[in-house]
């Protein structure tokens, strides 16, 4: 659950600033205090925070391309100009955020978060974060894909399997376990399990004492019986002809 979000630590203290900001330079008609009670500053951090993240992952993407004209030795007349535009335009940005905004940890905590936000945007794009000359282009040929249709420039269309319907049958049969989150590494580990409610309390609260570092939880864990729907792909057709069989590419 920790792994599928980026928490934007940083956005509260970035809140205070842009508070700060506005009241110095005076915007006319605006209630300052009225904003903070309705969570305008807030709301504005949130946003900066998740822009400046989104910027950052984007600018590793990018950092992959400057990598490939680099080993090509390629990067020459236009390409260069507008390569430089785009780094200077990165560099402006990035100066101005740094000097207004990420005071203290806040820097360190928004690297993290486009590190986080970085693999989720090449797992989505399914795209190899490393690659050589020669390898695969896309990570998704044994991933969920039933069936690859080949098409002309490059192009190709992916059938996947998909679930189309979850249902919970029964009950869920519920226990207790005791968990460790550390703030260091941002990585949440089950300690104990199998426990009831009481114990798990105690156990939680007993490893706490002895830790400076970690944040213990006592938690409810399910387990949950499924019945789900899942659709695979198998054979594709296209004006009366076969263009494309599981796990198998053909040409269209």
């Known amino acids: 659950m920790l792994e599928e979000r980026i928490e ?35 709301r504005i ?14 600018y590793r993407v990018y950092g992959n391309v400057d990598y490939m004209f680099g080993e090509l030795r390629a990067r020459k007349n236009e390409i260069a100009k507008e390569m430089n535009i785009f780094e200077k335009a990165y560099d402006r940005f990035i100066k ?15 690297n993290d978060e486009t590190e986080s936000l970085y693999h989720r945007i090449m797992k989505w794009a399914e795209v190899p974060e490393q690659w050589q000359l020669g390898e695969e282009l896309r990570t998704n040929e044994d ?23 979850e249902e919970i049958i029964g009950e869920p049969i519920e226990s207790w376990c005791v968990t460790k989150y550390n703030p260091k590494d941002r990585k949440q580990t089950t300690v104990n399990t199998n426990l009831d409610k009481g114990t798990a309390l105690m156990i939680a609260k007993r490893l706490s004492d002895n830790d400076e570092i970690c944040i213990y939880t006592a938690s ?8 789900r729907t899942e ?22």
């Open 96 to 110: 101005f955020w740094t000097d207004y905004y990420s005071h203290g940890d806040a820097g360190k905590e928004m």
């Open 143 to 165: 991933h969920d894909t039933a069936i690859k249709i080949e098409g002309n420039n490059d192009k190709a269309l992916y059938f996947h399997r998909c679930v189309v319907e």
């Open 8 to 42: 934007l630590v940083g956005s509260t203290e970035i809140a205070e600033d842009i508070q700060k900001t506005v009241k110095t330079v005076g915007v006319r008609g605006l209630d300052t205090e009225r904003a903070k009670e309705l969570g305008v500053w807030k």
């Open 231 to 252: 659709v695979i792909p198998f054979k594709a057709f296209k004006e009366n002809n076969t263009i494309g069989n599981s796990k198998k590419i053909m040409k269209r």
């Open 45 to 58: 951090s949130l946003l900066l925070c998740t822009m400046h993240s989104s910027i950052m992952a984007a």
């Open 220 to 227: 409810i864990v399910a387990e949950i019986t499924e019945k």
